[in-house]
């Protein structure tokens, strides 16, 4: 059959014109015989210059993106069509009977520039006309959308990197109506971080790249903070290595002046004022007279976005002055996520709002999930407060991706949501995670580029056109895993709430699912497509494996096994590179998820193993069941909460293997937690140490055994003993062979306090705890 280009809906009130309605079919391409030739400047088909990418200037960037473009609409229209379509690299040429595809200079020539222009000539125009066809736009970037605006409208779809991601329609025939398109991206950028360049440029990511990272003491020399020690921030009562008094109007005037050398010499589109990542600033008097006097509920911490504004407006208003087109991108991030209060927003500094402390699986929409309403009021208060921002959310879940993870729900509601509130700069984090969230990052982009799409057109698009006859039983297994992440009332970051969300029969039914989609398949791309969610999956169910087996204290195996999986996912993520899978990365060549999972569990499963190989363990399985109660002060153990006979009948209980404080209700809660439990001792042989081992924590743990508080004893010798361990995901064991009695009961009980700031809304036991004797 014909497969005609149709004019579409309009891709961006803001941006867009629509001159023409169809009136006659031009035909490129007719019962597989090639009518058409595409006609560029020969500049833009030169080869690459010498020399590495990221040193290329930004003309010549685009300029090779064009020409690799223009070679995408002759290898595409041959693909859809089986013709060949000849390059000529010059002027156009008349031919009888050849239709003439002009690109570029050319087609400005021959039509005049698009009717609408945009932010960062990103204005792109299509005029099908009988006789010639023009591609053309405000760039060569510009040019470059409008080659793929024809593709896109011919069906063409790009939606995992590597080349069993793209999905094209076959057809012997192929003409366009007549018309004359004008338009424009609905965000001045778009991207994602790990995608090869041909599945970005194909999506049409890009634009002016908001520079908004971590980078604004860099800006100060060490020798400008010794010749002025009144520059330098004063964190614990003493100067700081890196961090600056932001009140003081000569560091912004020095700041200023390190960028105005710097432009006079290299232009620049814009200019990060984040500060280094971190919790700590200053706690000078004049520092925190500047604050706006807002309290930032998730990090328990006085906002710091009016502090961090007053010299951000300094600096941009001083180097504005000169170069006024430059922007100034400031993360709103960590204490400074909260819109101002007091100061205003220069008209040049775009907010990167990073809401790294909020919800990570959820919609924003569900407001039983903790900080969903703040979350929204602040993407509402910097989209009035602000010309326009920049929004990175998080494409994975913090600090655990290798687990399926569609995101479809949450980012159906949260993209329009942020796109309505005046998003111009769509870039999240993402990792290459094409794997487990392939629609999420695919998603993303697409409503970036045209807001009026409906998500759930894109998505059904997706899973009809990637899986093929497996479609229905593929969109089953995601729809299936995406509402287990919204549907479960666990809002930590990490691994430790998948106990409570990824239950044994939630993860049998996803295997069930899959099943059917391996069952459905009918092609061998349509087994590609599925096998890499397949063996996504398996991997999972192992991890999952694992969580239980710590658990239930099975022991002897997990070390192994966790080794198993860490080599499991870097044989996946060099396999599935092309895809951008598995997390492999090049700065993670053991995949960013096993590096997590090296932070988060490794050290726990060794030393299980060690203990189950090594010691007789005492309890049936290790002890899970305690009694909790929140402590704000350290009053518990006046109030004996310690002691054997105090009464913790009216303490909620709680599973430390399944729920985490976000899940009981302590999202943010800075500060302590007691558990209490009682095990019953078999007898010891006489002389024999008894241990206690606390398999990971979140903050510090001081011990009390029938009343006794035990001191951690230092591996090194040389070291004191302390009343108190403190060390994030270590396992830890402690001496209590003086607190017990062989054959009888013991009352314990740990007071956990959550001692440094982290985003995942964990504190407390992560893990169970066991008592153990010497062999």
């Given at each position: 059959?014909?497969?005609k280009?149709?004019?579409?809906?309009?891709?961006?009130?803001?941006?867009?014109?629509?001159?023409?309605a169809?009136?006659?079919?031009?035909v490129l391409?007719?019962?597989?015989?090639?009518?058409?030739?595409?006609?560029?400047?020969?500049?833009?088909?030169?080869?690459?210059l010498?020399?590495?990418?990221?040193?290329?200037?930004?003309?010549?960037?685009?300029?090779?993106?064009?020409r690799?473009s223009?070679?995408?609409?002759?290898?595409?229209?041959?693909?859809?069509?089986?013709?060949?379509?000849?390059?000529?690299a010059?002027?156009?040429?008349?031919?009888?009977?050849?239709?003439?595809?002009?690109?570029?200079?050319?087609?400005?020539?021959?039509?005049g520039?698009?009717?609408?222009?945009?932010?960062?000539?990103?204005?792109?125009?299509?005029?099908?006309?009988?006789g010639?066809?023009g591609?053309?736009?405000?760039?060569?970037?510009?040019?470059?959308?409008?080659?793929?605006?024809v593709?896109?409208?011919?069906?063409?779809?790009?939606?995992m990197?590597?080349?069993?991601?793209?999905?094209?329609?076959?057809?012997?025939?192929?003409?366009?109506p007549?018309?004359?398109?004008?338009?424009?991206?609905?965000?001045?950028?778009?991207g994602?971080?790990?995608?090869?360049?041909?599945?970005?440029r194909?999506n049409r990511?890009?634009?002016?790249?908001?520079?908004?990272?971590h980078?604004?003491e860099?800006?100060i020399s060490?020798?400008?903070?010794?010749?002025?020690?009144?520059?330098?921030a004063?964190?614990?009562?003493?100067?700081?290595?890196?961090?600056?008094?932001?009140?003081?109007?000569?560091?912004?005037?020095a700041i200023?002046?390190?960028?105005?050398?710097?432009?006079?010499?290299s232009?620049?589109?814009?200019?990060?004022?984040?500060?280094d990542?971190?919790?700590?600033?200053?706690e000078?008097?004049?520092?925190k007279a500047?604050d706006?006097?807002?309290?930032?509920?998730?990090?328990?911490?006085v906002?710091?976005?009016?502090r961090?504004?007053?010299?951000?407006?300094?600096?941009?208003?001083?180097?504005?002055?000169?170069y006024?087109?430059v922007?100034?991108?400031?993360?709103?991030?960590?204490p400074?996520?909260?819109?101002?209060?007091?100061?205003?927003?220069?008209p040049n500094i775009?907010?990167?709002?990073?809401?790294?402390?909020?919800s990570r699986s959820?919609?924003?929409?569900?407001?039983e999930?903790?900080?969903n309403?703040?979350?929204r009021?602040?993407?509402?208060?910097?989209g009035?407060?602000?010309?326009?921002t920049?929004?990175?959310?998080?494409a994975?879940?913090?600090a655990?991706?290798?687990?399926?993870?569609?995101?479809i729900?949450?980012?159906?509601?949260?993209v329009?949501f942020?796109?309505?509130?005046?998003?111009q700069?769509?870039?999240?984090?993402?990792?290459?995670?094409?794997?487990?969230?392939m629609?999420?990052?695919y998603?993303?982009?697409?409503?970036?580029?045209?807001p009026?799409l409906?998500?759930?057109?894109?998505?059904?698009?997706?899973?009809?056109?990637?899986y093929?006859?497996?479609?229905?039983?593929?969109?089953?297994?995601?729809?299936?895993?995406?509402?287990?992440?919204?549907?479960?009332?666990?809002?930590?970051?990490c691994?430790?709430g998948?106990m409570?969300r990824?239950?044994?029969?939630?993860?049998?039914?996803a295997?069930e699912?899959?099943?059917?989609?391996?069952a459905?398949?009918a092609?061998?791309?349509?087994?590609q497509?599925?096998?890499?969610?397949?063996?996504?999956?398996?991997?999972?169910?192992?991890?999952?494996?694992?969580?239980?087996?710590?658990?239930?204290?099975?022991?002897?195996t997990v070390?192994?096994?966790?080794?198993?999986w860490?080599?499991?996912?870097?044989?996946l993520?060099?396999?599935?590179?092309?895809?951008?899978?598995f997390?492999?990365?090049?700065?993670?060549?053991?995949?960013?998820?096993g590096?997590?999972?090296?932070?988060f569990?490794?050290k726990?499963y060794?030393?299980e193993?060690?203990?189950?190989?090594?010691?007789?363990?005492?309890t049936?399985?290790?002890?899970?069941?305690?009694r909790?109660e929140a402590?704000?002060?350290?009053?518990?153990?006046d109030?004996?909460?310690?002691?054997?006979?105090?009464d913790?009948?009216q303490?909620?209980?709680?599973?430390?293997?399944?729920?985490t404080?976000s899940?009981?209700?302590y999202?943010?809660?800075?500060k302590?937690m007691w558990?209490?439990?009682?095990?019953?001792?078999?007898?010891?042989?006489?002389?024999?140490?008894?241990?206690?081992?606390?398999?990971?924590?979140?903050?510090s743990?001081k011990?009390?055994?029938?009343?006794?508080?035990?001191?951690?004893?230092?591996?090194?010798?040389?070291?004191?003993?302390?009343?108190?361990?403190d060390?994030?995901?270590?396992?830890?064991?402690?001496?209590i062979?003086?607190?017990?009695?062989?054959n009888s009961?013991?009352?314990?009980a740990i007071?956990?306090?959550r001692?440094?700031?982290?985003?995942?809304?964990?504190?407390?036991?992560?893990?169970?705890v066991?008592?153990?004797?010497?062999?």
């Amino acid at each position: 059959m014909n497969r005609k280009l149709l004019p579409r809906p309009l891709l961006l009130i803001l941006f867009l014109s629509f001159a023409t309605a169809a009136m006659a079919d031009v035909v490129l391409v007719e019962d597989g015989r090639a009518r058409a030739k595409i006609f560029v400047a020969p500049a833009v088909m030169a080869d690459d210059l010498p020399g590495a990418k990221h040193l290329l200037s930004e003309t010549e960037k685009q300029r090779e993106r064009l020409r690799d473009s223009v070679k995408d609409l002759a290898l595409y229209l041959e693909k859809i069509s089986g013709a060949p379509i000849a390059i000529v690299a010059g002027p156009p040429m008349q031919e009888a009977g050849v239709m003439q595809v002009v690109v570029g200079e050319e087609a400005v020539k021959a039509f005049g520039p698009p009717a609408k222009t945009a932010p960062f000539k990103q204005g792109f125009r299509v005029v099908i006309a009988p006789g010639k066809v023009g591609l053309l736009g405000e760039s060569d970037l510009a040019t470059s959308y409008a080659i793929y605006e024809v593709l896109d409208r011919l069906g063409c779809r790009w939606y995992m990197p590597g080349e069993w991601g793209e999905v094209i329609p076959k057809t012997k025939t192929i003409a366009l109506p007549e018309m004359d398109f004008s338009s424009a991206p609905g965000t001045i950028y778009r991207g994602i971080w790990y995608a090869d360049d041909d599945y970005k440029r194909r999506n049409r990511h890009g634009g002016l790249l908001l520079h908004a990272g971590h980078a604004l003491e860099g800006y100060i020399s060490d020798a400008q903070r010794k010749e002025h020690p009144e520059w330098v921030a004063e964190v614990g009562g003493k100067p700081h290595k890196r961090r600056l008094k932001w009140s003081n109007p000569a560091v912004a005037d020095a700041i200023g002046d390190y960028w105005l050398e710097r432009l006079a010499k290299s232009p620049v589109d814009s200019i990060s004022l984040s500060p280094d990542d971190g919790i700590d600033f200053d706690e000078s008097k004049e520092d925190k007279a500047i604050d706006g006097g807002d309290f930032d509920t998730t990090s328990q911490s006085v906002s710091l976005t009016d502090r961090q504004l007053v010299i951000s407006n300094r600096v941009a208003t001083r180097i504005g002055a000169q170069y006024p087109n430059v922007l100034f991108g400031m993360l709103a991030y960590g204490p400074s996520t909260r819109p101002p209060v007091r100061e205003k927003v220069h008209p040049n500094i775009v907010p990167q709002i990073a809401p790294i402390t909020y919800s990570r699986s959820h919609p924003m929409t569900m407001d039983e999930v903790p900080d969903n309403k703040e979350l929204r009021a602040l993407i509402e208060g910097w989209g009035k407060a602000a010309k326009m921002t920049s929004v990175y959310f998080y494409a994975w879940f913090l600090a655990e991706p290798s687990a399926p993870n569609p995101m479809i729900r949450k980012w159906s509601v949260d993209v329009p949501f942020v796109l309505k509130n005046n998003c111009q700069f769509w870039q999240p984090e993402t990792t290459a995670n094409f794997e487990t969230s392939m629609h999420a990052l695919y998603l993303g982009c697409r409503l970036a580029w045209n807001p009026e799409l409906k998500p759930a057109d894109i998505i059904a698009e997706l899973n009809t056109g990637f899986y093929g006859h497996a479609a229905k039983e593929m969109t089953a297994y995601w729809d299936y895993i995406d509402d287990v992440w919204v549907s479960t009332p666990d809002y930590s970051g990490c691994g430790f709430g998948y106990m409570k969300r990824w239950t044994p029969e939630r993860l049998a039914r996803a295997r069930e699912l899959m099943n059917e989609g391996l069952a459905a398949c009918a092609t061998p791309l349509e087994i590609q497509r599925v096998k890499i969610a397949d063996q996504s999956l398996e991997l999972f169910e192992l991890f999952m494996k694992l969580r239980r087996d710590q658990a239930e204290g099975h022991w002897a195996t997990v070390a192994a096994e966790a080794d198993q999986w860490r080599k499991r996912i870097s044989y996946l993520g060099t396999k599935y590179k092309p895809q951008s899978s598995f997390t492999l990365m090049p700065w993670s060549p053991n995949t960013l998820s096993g590096g997590y999972f090296a932070q988060f569990y490794q050290k726990s499963y060794d030393e299980e193993s060690r203990v189950a190989k090594e010691f007789t363990l005492l309890t049936p399985k290790p002890l899970r069941e305690f009694r909790y109660e929140a402590a704000a002060d350290k009053s518990g153990e006046d109030q004996g909460y310690a002691a054997p006979t105090f009464d913790d009948s009216q303490w909620k209980t709680t599973d430390v293997c399944v729920d985490t404080w976000s899940t009981l209700g302590y999202h943010a809660w800075f500060k302590s937690m007691w558990y209490r439990t009682k095990a019953t001792l078999p007898p010891v042989p006489k002389g024999k140490k008894i241990f206690l081992m606390l398999t990971s924590t979140d903050g510090s743990a001081k011990v009390f055994v029938n009343g006794k508080p035990i001191p951690y004893s230092e591996t090194d010798p040389k070291k004191a003993a302390r009343d108190v361990f403190d060390g994030y995901c270590q396992p830890v064991s402690f001496d209590i062979t003086d607190a017990v009695k062989p054959n009888s009961d013991c009352q314990i009980a740990i007071l956990c306090t959550r001692t440094e700031f982290n985003e995942l809304g964990t504190g407390g036991l992560l893990g169970p705890v066991a008592l153990y004797r010497e062999k």
